[in-house]
């Protein structure tokens, strides 16, 4: 919700495309439908460019970003993500009896650093982006420190 009452974070919902992106292709993806080939290549041109024009707008936020003192709550957002989440994941890898390909992609997947999309929706709502930002910057910075290891053990 935000600094936004419930009506406004509902409505803000519905205007978010990916909600209708989303309802869309588990339709199209159940049903076995295809999309026309015109349409396809525009929507494979703009998955294309989501990743760039992501990345230009980390660097805007990373620009505007200033320092607010707030180590504590970005010491415990890097742990979580870095530390907490992959040690999470195996525990639950081993509760679902995930094995092999399927384990290991879980157990990485969980071990990525903050995405990008974090600072999008927090810019979007007015959430704290200055830090949203800044824990997407730590994470991804400190992420080879815990992923390497990481990939050694589940290479092993």
Known sequence: MG???????????????????????????????QLPLFLDRAVSMAANATIPCMLVLLGIQLQRARWTGQTQALTTAVTLRLLASPIIAVGLSVLFGLHGPARQARILEASMPSAVLSTIIATEFDLEPAFVTSVVFVTTILSPLTITPLLSYLGG
């Open 3 to 33: 600094k936004s009452g419930l009506r406004q974070a509902v409505f803000g919902l519905l205007k978010m495309p990916a909600i209708y992106a989303l309802v869309l292709g588990v339709l199209f993806s159940r049903q076995g439908w």
